[in-house]
């Protein structure tokens, strides 16, 4: 790299976990894309030349900013170089090497003609059969199987969250013993896509495999949806590929049902640019199109059709970017969390919006984009809240919330 060309910045679409290591402060980063296999742990120079990446400054002004940090002392270039070059050949920086392999990537995927269980074995037992008592367990865990207070009419939507089984078990639990008698012929599945970095939604044509079998994508709908959605929809399905906001939700929706119903599985990407310009995700021309055309598919089947969305809500503390440990943010995030659900619970897409307008998403919440779509698809829906929980994680000083809650229509 010349000194005076400027740095590709880091890759927006990693996750990056602040830790410790052998005693001293440490990056963790991991790639939910799959482009590098195992987590990556930056100290040291590395640590602080994160900062400064930029896509504009240079080695030469990271040597500068370098002097300034150190109060005075001088920074090699070839030492900077040499860190930008290890990191581009982990592919954390956004350079023409990451590109490439991205690339290759994609090309290999769009052959596929499945979409594998990516978490099997790892957030959960990869044999069927320890699968199914596993997540059998989970609904004598304690706790009425009533669902209290259900307005009436017919649940449409059910929302889970996307937290490891065992920390979310209890919410996990609630939320799918609400659809036990539901039995659906064809499920909308909505999800967080960590890794989608291109439009607002993510469809694939390719069928789901877990342990438990595979489900039929519908393709038929994916592509009226495609055509509705336009630029709103990502040019390529690589963000399914490692994903686990629908692989958890598919898991207990085939333990439940098995696999005679079909797929739609939409992944939705972040809305926070446009929280400000808008007051609702319908005043976006492209999103506004594909949400009608998945209420018209809906209307095609209301009887036999689902949604379930996978979503957790606030994630506070220094894992996710804020100074603050956890706990000083517990309550104003509560708060916030407990006025989206409210407005989850009137079916009010704007008063959803506005909340995250008025904290600036300043507390994370990832299932932003999927609710207000959601309210949008059934804007005469009413909602009921199961269960909601905080988990705090200790070592990270950290927190995430999640909730289980239903949606009906008369």
């Keep these: 790299m010349k000194e005076d060309s400027p740095i590709p910045r880091l890759r927006t679409d990693l996750e990056v976990i602040p830790t410790s290591y052998r005693g001293e402060k440490a990056l963790l980063v991991r790639d939910h894309l799959g482009l590098i296999r195992d987590p990556v742990i930056l100290q040291g120079d590395a640590l602080s030349l994160l900062g400064l990446i930029d896509g504009q400054r240079t080695v030469r002004d990271i040597q500068v900013e370098f002097v300034r940090l150190k109060r005075g002392m001088l920074v090699d270039c070839g030492h900077i170089e040499r860190i930008?070059?290890?990191?581009?050949?982990?592919?954390?920086?956004?350079?023409?090497?990451?590109?490439?392999?991205?690339?290759?990537?994609?090309?290999?995927?769009?052959?596929?003609?499945?979409?594998?269980?990516?978490?099997?074995?790892?957030?959960?037992?990869?044999?069927?059969?320890?699968?199914?008592?596993?997540?059998?367990?989970?609904?004598?865990?304690?706790?009425?199987?009533?669902?209290?207070?259900?307005?009436?009419g017919r649940i449409c939507a059910l929302i889970a969250p996307h937290i490891d089984f065992e920390v979310g078990k209890r919410v996990y639990a609630k939320a799918y013993r609400a659809i036990r008698d539901v039995s659906p012929r064809r499920v909308f599945l909505l999800g967080t896509g960590h890794s989608l970095d291109e439009g607002y939604f993510s469809l694939t044509e390719k069928d789901y495999e877990t342990p438990l079998g595979r489900t039929k994508t519908d393709r038929d709908v994916v592509n009226k949806l495609k055509k509705a959605g336009n630029r709103a929809v990502a040019p390529y399905d690589i963000s399914h590929r490692r994903e686990h906001s629908l692989e958890f939700q598919l898991v207990f929706l085939q333990h439940l049902y098995g696999t005679s119903f079909s797929l739609v599985p939409i992944l939705c990407g972040s809305f926070a640019a446009d929280v400000e310009r808008v007051s609702r995700p319908s005043q976006i021309n492209d999103v506004a199109r594909f949400l009608e055309e998945m209420r018209a598919c809906w209307d095609e089947n209301k009887h036999d059709s689902l949604f379930v969305a996978g979503v957790d809500f606030s994630h506070i503390g220094p894992k996710f970017g804020h100074r603050e440990r956890a706990m000083s943010l517990l309550l104003e995030a509560k708060q916030h969390d407990h006025a989206l659900l409210e407005a989850l619970s009137r079916g009010d897409v704007e008063a959803l919006w506005a909340e995250s307008r008025r904290v600036r998403d300043r507390y994370n919440v990832c299932g932003l984009g999927t609710l207000a779509s959601l309210l949008e698809i059934f804007p005469e829906s009413r909602g009921q809240v199961l269960d909601y929980e905080f988990w705090r994680e200790e070592a990270t000083a950290s927190a995430v919330s999640f909730a289980a809650a239903i949606l009906t229509v008369s």
């Design 84 to 152: 930008v070059a290890e990191l581009e050949a982990s592919f954390l920086l956004q350079s023409w090497q990451y590109q490439k392999e991205k690339e290759r990537l994609l090309e290999e995927y769009v052959r596929l003609e499945v979409r594998e269980a990516s978490h099997a074995g790892h957030s959960y037992p990869a044999n069927p059969r320890e699968l199914s008592h596993y997540l059998e367990s989970f609904f004598f865990s304690g706790g009425d199987d009533a669902v209290p207070g259900t307005p009436p």
